[in-house]
């Protein structure tokens, strides 16, 4: 039976990992898009025109990263930002930095989702607070509207990962890529629906300070 933790304890080994351990917060999120990565290009996923949709936190930063790994592989990626690019998480801006480096596409979110074949949804992790409502309700609304296959990154955006209820609006994926440990709500039948196929990447946070494979 997969381990599976709430949000607490995932944040708890994120912290651990990065103060005690000493793993920097940037190389846990470029871990974490590697296996996200790694998914994609090895799924049944159309990878001509992809869309990475992504908030300003550090879900949004890991999205950030795979678009950078898509992209050195020549594949057409294009990010749209759900708030103002100075608004972001530290490791987030430094993703942008590299973005803006390659000169990947940075657009402002819509809900213009024609032509896109493949929309990563880094919207929303463990971060959610409150209900999706208002415009990124709009947004996830339009992305489980569009023809193109969602892929989640760590968490269905809007998807309480503790319980498995829909928050407000929440992103209904083929597939999620979730970090260091399934979460309680993945395992619900309800969770499963939002969550699509799951998989749990290592990402060098270990709770128990060892691999459990
Ligand atoms: N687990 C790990 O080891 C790692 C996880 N990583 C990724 O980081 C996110 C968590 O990042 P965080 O910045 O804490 O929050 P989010 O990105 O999930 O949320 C961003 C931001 O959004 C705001 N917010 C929350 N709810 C709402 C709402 N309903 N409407 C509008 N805005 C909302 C809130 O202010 C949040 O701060 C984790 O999931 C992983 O993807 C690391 O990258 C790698 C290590
Ligand atoms: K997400």
Avoid: C
């Amino acid at each position: 039976m997969t381990r599976t933790v709430s949000i607490a304890q995932a944040r708890q080994g994120d912290s651990h990992t990065i103060k005690e351990v000493g793993i920097p917060s940037l190389v846990l999120m470029e871990r974490a898009a590697l296996g996200a990565t790694g998914r994609l290009l090895n799924g049944d996923f159309d990878l001509t025109n992809v869309l990475v949709f992504a908030g300003t936190g550090n879900n949004g930063g890991d999205g950030l990263a795979i678009a950078r790994m898509l992209h050195v592989r020549d594949i057409k990626v294009t990010v749209m930002l759900t708030g103002s690019e100075d608004r972001t998480s530290t490791e987030t801006a430094q993703q942008l930095k590299s973005l803006h480096y390659y000169q990947i596409p940075v657009i402002p979110a819509s809900t213009n989702l024609a032509g896109y074949t493949t929309i990563v949804d880094a919207i929303f992790g463990v971060g959610l607070d409150r209900p999706v409502g208002g415009k990124f309700a709009d947004w996830v609304n339009a992305i489980n509207a569009s023809s193109a296959k969602v892929f989640s990154v760590d968490v269905p955006s809007g998807l309480n990962a503790d319980t498995g209820e829909p928050q407000g609006a929440t992103v209904k994926a083929t597939a999620t890529s979730t970090f260091a440990y399934a979460k309680n709500g993945f395992v619900t039948a309800q969770g499963k629906q939002y969550t699509g196929e799951l998989f749990v990447e290592d990402i060098g946070v270990y709770l128990d300070d060892h691999y459990e494979g």
